[in-house]
Structure formats: C-alpha cells, structure tokens
C-alpha cells in the first residue's frame, strides 16, 4: 500500500534534517585537528549543571569525577586528553542512560562519550578531552555464555578481554577461530577495528567470525544487530572505529581447540622468494593454521637472538649460519594439532617441502595451543620487568596491495629503513576473499594485500634513532612514499589529521560512512578521539 501524503511529507522531512545533519558534520571545522590540546571547553557554570545532572543519574554502577588520569592514558602513550568523568557500568542501561542524557541536552553541552576497552589505543583514540570515558571492563552482563552444538559460540560482554574467552572456551574444546597476535585486549575494541593475526588468511579477520551484537548508539537505543537484524547497523560497528555505537555484548563463532601447536619458522634473503612463498601457504588447501612473518634489519649474530627457544632442525648448520649484516625475512608457521594424531609431522615436512627457504635456517618448537596465543603476554612481562612497556609506541599499520608490495619493500626496507628497526616488523598477506566488503573496514582492492606493522618503541629520554621524533619522522616517509608512489595503501588502526584525509581513506564509502553517523550518532557524541566529526549542532 501506498503512503499517504501526509506520511510521504514526514518521511521527506526526516530525510531532509538527515542531509542537514551530514552538512552539519562534515562542514563544522574541528579545530582539534589543527591543535591536538585545542578542545573548545563550556563554561564552569554550564559545566558543573551538565556534571551535576550526571551525578543523579540513577546507576548500577558510577561515575568518577577525581583521579582520572589512567583514562588519558593508552598504549601508544603519546596522547593525553583527561577526561571529566569515567563511567564504571555495572550494566548495559547505565551506558544507555548515560547517553541517552547527552543525548538530550543537545547543543547545551559540548560533552563527548569515549568507550574504553583495556587501554591498548594508539593515538588518543579512547580518550575524550573533557568529557565522559566509559571503563568496559566494569561492565560484566552478561555473563560468558559457551554453548555447543552444530554452530558453536560464546556470548561474550563488550568489555571481555579475548584471553578470558580462550580460557573459558577451551574448557568445552572449542576457541574463536581469528585472533589478534596480543590477547589483552576487550572484544569491543578489536571489533571496532577489524582484529587481524595470523589466522585471518583462512578465517577472515575477528569482524568476519561475529553472528549477532548489541549495541548502545549515539542517541542511548539499545539495539541487536546481525546480519539479518538491523544488518546496517551490524555492518556499520564492524572496523567503523566507534562511531556508531558501543558494543556491549557479541556473540562469536568458534571451532575445534586443539591441545598442542608445532611452532616453525624458516628465514629467506630474497624478499621475492618470501612473499611468493607465503602466497603459496595461503593459497593451499591444506596448508598450516597459522601464518605470519617478519622483516630483521642489519643483524649479524642473528639466529642464536633469532631462534629463541626454538630448536633448530640442523644444529651444526644452524650453528654455521650468519647473516652478513643482510636484510632477511622469516616466515612464522604454525600447525594445530592433538597428541594422538601421527600424522602431522609428515604434513609439515610435506608443506615445508614446498618452500625455498634458508635450509640451515629451519628452527622448531611444540608447545601449548593456549600458550602459542597468548605469546606475546611473555614479552610484555619481560618488557614490563625492565621498564620498557609504558614508552610511547608509535607504531604505523598499513595494508599494501599484493600488485606493489615489491615496489613497497625495495624502497621502504632497503631505502629509509637503513639502520636497525625499533621494534618487530610484521608483514604477511591476506586473503581479501575472507573479508566482508560490507563492513565499515576499508582495504586495498586486490584479491590479496599484506599487513605491514611497524611496530616501534621509542625510548623517552632519546634524542636519536630510537628515540619518538626520529621514528615519527620515518613513518611519515613511508607514508609519503606511499602516496607519491600510489602504492594504493590503507591505514589499519587509522590515524588523520583532516577530514579530507579521512574521505580519502574511505573512499567510494565515505558517503555511505557519513550516512551512518547521522543514522546512529547524530550529534557525534561517540568516539571523539578519532577525530573524524566534530559534535554537531542540530538544525531544527
């Protein structure tokens, strides 16, 4: 049936304040930009009016108003906007009232919501200047909810931390199937983003193992999305960086947990024998369950650093091999197994057959399927003993397409990283067939790109090659690079400085990522450390 003309009116209406709306946020300049410690501030009266309303807020949980300086901290550790209050929720309808009320007061507040995970943000992207943080670790409904069958999932909160749905999975046999390399890290934050390791060539990234949410918008609805369910908003807060809504809880697909993992890796010498050997793993069927790798620079001496607590294959080969001060590439495999299974030694033997890797080079390990995942939490222990965690951490992020990675690696490996690198450099393809183009994520338009992470430390007091404006400064050369050579990059993590370079980072999507802001954070209230939308200001 046909709407009648009074409904055709209001249905015009609503679509015209939405174009207004989207002017509204893509015109009003965010002075933010141009000074990152710029925030336009309310005045003390209006400001105590808006804190004291929240305060008789009718809570589960509660604010805090004193001793906020955690909430302007992150990771990355370069970026420090304090906020005026943090929300410690008990429950979901204390995230949605609190802004829903934001919400309500319009334009007679300034005042941004920034959902906090486990503080692993890069650049400021979880903090709001002056306004509320909502600390997601409180926030522990539902209870982790494993159920079994032909499909298997766990119900998760938000604010769960991966590591704690490993241990509770494995429990039934069972794990997710796409993990992120560092797992002390909340559910609602590598959602946002994408979640990508060394499993997503098969399995897709964490955005792509994910059958329903709920989500808290940017008017305090709460909503459940999936695929078939408000499947705009579903896609939307899959890698959209927050900006349309909060997720408070997630429903993730899982498979089998094996007990035990054999842990190799073999170096190369010659980038195009590495990358065309890693396209070959990803390609296979049958192939191992897990593949990444990595780039050393300039390091002599390097297999006895380089092994670790692997054993190599060949010892008096090992033991004979140097480096010669050469760039070199090793590619890290893993392969899931059970202890009774016999054949699995043969199928990597098999698989490893097919490589043209370093002979002397092959190094091995077999350990624990949960201590394989979570291997970089021994790192950070050891890095936290000497004081070397808490450093900023500039790291850069990029997707490059399969067609310019060698073009990409000549100039970035040989060229502008000439000295040792600060930090591991990961770099290893994806099959973008795995991925959901429905997603607010964004990647090279290839059948295959590579993740390339620079992932730097900067020692605070330096002034020299390790220190934060040198590996900033080289950073920008990559990215320079990249634009004047129109390698086709994306950002992963990404961080801009204008709105021009966000529409450019999105693309052909970028319209349909504005029309989304509108829809569920009008007056972009949420995820103001991005830095994408300035609050908008309704025109009524």
């Known amino acids: 049936m046909g709407s009648p003309p009074s409904a055709f009116l209001k249905q015009n209406n609503i679509l015209v304040f939405g174009f207004l709306m989207i002017l509204v946020l893509c015109c009003i300049p965010d002075k933010s930009k141009r000074n990152p410690s710029f925030a336009r501030t309310p005045t003390h009266s209006s400001s105590s009016k808006v804190f004291l309303s929240l305060r008789k807020l009718n809570l589960d949980g509660y604010f805090s108003f004193e001793n906020l300086h955690h909430a302007a901290e992150d990771f990355g550790n370069r970026y420090h906007f304090l906020p005026s209050a943090v929300l410690h929720p008990k429950s979901v309808s204390d995230i949605s009232s609190t802004i829903k009320h934001i919400f309500d007061m319009g334009s007679t507040t300034n005042l941004k919501v920034a959902a906090r995970g486990h503080g692993h943000s890069l650049q400021g992207q979880a903090q709001a200047h002056q306004g509320v943080v909502i600390n997601m670790e409180s926030l522990q409904q539902p209870k982790m909810h494993v159920h079994t069958g032909q499909l298997p999932y766990v119900d998760v909160s938000g604010g769960e931390l991966w590591i704690n749905i490993l241990c509770e999975t494995i429990k039934y046999g069972l794990a997710p199937k796409s993990w992120t390399d560092y797992l002390h890290l909340t559910v609602g934050g590598t959602l946002s983003n994408a979640g990508i390791s060394g499993q997503a060539f098969r399995h897709g990234p964490q955005i792509h193992n994910v059958y329903q949410m709920e989500v808290v918008t940017g008017k305090g609805e709460v909503l459940t999305c999936s695929e078939k369910q408000n499947p705009d908003l579903f896609y939307g807060v899959l890698g959209g960086l927050g900006q349309f809504g909060i997720i408070t809880r997630a429903r993730i697909s899982l498979g089998p947990a094996q007990k035990k993992v054999k842990w190799i890796r073999v170096l190369y010498s010659e980038f195009s024998t590495f990358s065309d050997d890693q396209e070959h793993l990803i390609s296979s069927m049958n192939t191992f369950d897990y593949i990444e790798g990595f780039v050393i620079i300039n390091r002599t001496g390097l297999l006895n650093d380089w092994r670790s607590s692997f054993d190599p294959k060949d010892p008096i080969q090992a033991s004979q091999f140097s480096s010669d001060g050469k760039i070199l590439y090793c590619i890290e495999m893993a392969k899931y197994f059970d ?180 829809a569920y954070d009008p007056l972009a209230i949420l995820a103001p450390g991005q830095r994408i939308f300035q609050k908008a200001i309704p025109i009524m």
């Open 339 to 518: 202890p009774y299974e016999t054949e699995v030694n043969k199928k990597i033997e098999r698989l490893l057959s097919e490589l043209n890797f370093i002979p002397s080079t092959l190094v091995l390990s077999e350990v624990l399927y949960i201590e394989f995942l979570d291997r970089v939490h021994l790192s950070e222990i050891k890095l936290r003993a000497k004081g070397l965690w808490e450093v900023p951490h500039p790291w850069l992020n990029l997707l490059i397409p399969k067609s310019r990675i060698l073009d990409f690696a000549k100039e970035v490996f040989e060229n502008i990283l000439t000295d040792n690198s600060n930090g591991p450099i990961l770099i290893y393809p994806i099959n973008k067939s795995k991925w959901n183009n429905e997603t607010s994520m964004v990647t090279p338009d290839e059948d295959i790109f590579y993740l390339v992470a620079f992932l730097s430390s900067a020692l605070p007091s330096s002034d020299g090659k390790d220190g934060l404006e040198h590996i900033v400064a080289q950073n920008q050369r990559i990215l320079d690079f990249c634009a004047k050579a129109r390698i086709g990059s994306k950002q992963y993590l990404p961080h801009y400085s204008t709105q021009e370079e966000w529409e450019a980072h999105y693309g052909p999507q970028w319209e349909t990522f504005v029309r989304r802001k509108s």
